[in-house]
């Protein structure tokens, strides 16, 4: 367990998608596989809980998080030239280099002298972020970290889908491992951890890893030809136990909301029924934007700010591939 003292979330943005694909939309492309298959259409929001998941068809990771870097600046009282370090925490990448985060450095138009490299750790990305840049304010070595993700699910759908409907080997058992791949989204965020007083103050965090289980989820591919396969029964059941034990170290009491990973509607219920949560308390994004990586939870935060009120709690429960597990405390200001 790590504790802070005046670390702050200050602000928060957003980028939406260009445009949504729903469910049924992808059922419909695979009509011939579930007539073939005798698969029942309503399958992938019936088991999932995901209505629609949004696309930028023509935007790279960059992209994406630039927009919303400089919705951050236009929202909010932070300038550019305040930041000191910005880390890029996404899943998808430009590159294999340079950095995403050469290029969103360049374009938000950030000083010469701030720091910039990317952070990967799968879904948890961001949530890695903001624990590291609390340690890094509070050991005075910045003032002002930015933290920004760009995910982009076109790429992995629109090829998955082509992959599908080419094989003519598939069958009910054998397709099951993909249908991971249609839960996935896209979304950006940019948020700032600082020194100075924000919407939030970041009171302490949690993490642990179960590494042994790190072949449950593995993605494959560069931007034009990715691929996903997942056990996901499994990386359900070993993920939430994951976070069952992450857990242990709060109180269960003293939350009024919680910030979950969007996976779907299965892992979030089994989610709050093992660790005991109030489900009153939840905010969901994934119905609509489906499983966003590591823009997932800060979305979510962000799509949760018009109901939380001042002097609130707020657990934040990240979960990554791999396998790994942080919790935040946050109260709101």
């Keep these: 367990m790590q504790e802070f003292n005046n670390i702050y979330l200050h602000s928060i943005a957003i980028t939406e998608p260009d445009m949504f694909l729903s469910s049924a939309d992808i059922e419909q492309d695979l009509?011939?596989?579930?007539?073939?298959?005798?698969?029942?259409?309503?399958?992938?929001?019936?088991?999932?809980?995901?209505?629609?998941?949004?696309?930028?068809?023509?935007?790279?990771?960059?992209?994406?998080?630039?927009?919303?870097?400089?919705?951050?600046?236009?929202?909010?009282?932070?300038?550019?030239?305040?930041?000191?370090?910005?880390?890029?925490?996404?899943?998808?990448?430009?590159?294999?280099?340079?950095?995403?985060?050469?290029?969103?450095?360049?374009?938000?138009?950030?000083?010469?002298?701030?720091?910039?490299?990317?952070?990967?750790?799968?879904?948890?990305?961001?949530?890695?972020?903001?624990?590291?840049?609390?340690?890094?304010?509070?050991a005075g070595r910045y003032k002002n970290i930015m933290l920004v993700t760009g995910e982009n699910s076109y790429p992995l759908v629109s090829k998955m889908l082509e992959f599908l409907k080419k094989d003519m080997t598939l069958t009910r058992k054998s397709i099951k491992k993909y249908f991971a791949n249609f839960t996935i989204g896209s979304a950006g965020v940019a948020l700032v951890v600082s020194r100075e007083k924000g919407i939030a103050k970041i009171l302490r965090e949690n993490s642990l890893s179960k590494t042994s289980t790190y072949q449950l989820c593995q993605g494959e591919g560069g931007p034009e030809g990715l691929s996903m396969e997942t056990d996901s029964e499994t990386l359900m059941r070993e993920g939430i136990n994951l976070?069952?034990?992450?857990?242990?170290?709060?109180?269960?009491?003293?939350?009024?909301?919680?910030?979950?990973?969007?996976?779907?509607i299965h892992h979030r219920n089994y989610l709050f029924d093992q660790l005991g949560l109030d489900l009153s308390k939840d905010t969901t994004t994934f119905d609509r934007y489906g499983n966003t990586g590591s823009a997932a939870l800060p979305l979510t935060l962000y799509k949760a700010i018009p109901k939380i009120k001042a002097e609130q709690n707020l657990a934040l429960l990240g979960i990554g591939s791999g396998l790994h597990s942080t919790i935040m405390e946050l109260r709101w200001i």
């Design 243 to 264: 976070a069952k034990d992450c857990w242990g170290q709060f109180s269960r009491s003293v939350f009024d909301h919680y910030i979950c990973h969007q996976v779907g």
């Design 31 to 138: 009509s011939s596989i579930y007539d073939r298959l005798k698969l029942p259409f309503g399958r992938i929001e019936m088991q999932t809980g995901v209505i629609s998941r949004g696309f930028f068809p023509d935007q790279l990771p960059s992209q994406i998080a630039i927009r919303a870097g400089k919705n951050l600046f236009k929202d909010s009282d932070i300038k550019a030239s305040e930041i000191d370090l910005l880390i890029y925490c996404g899943v998808c990448r430009d590159y294999l280099e340079p950095s995403t985060a050469s290029s969103i450095h360049h374009h938000l138009g950030l000083r010469a002298d701030c720091e910039s490299f990317d952070l990967s750790n799968a879904c948890l990305g961001v949530v890695n972020g903001m624990s590291l840049a609390s340690k890094l304010v509070e």
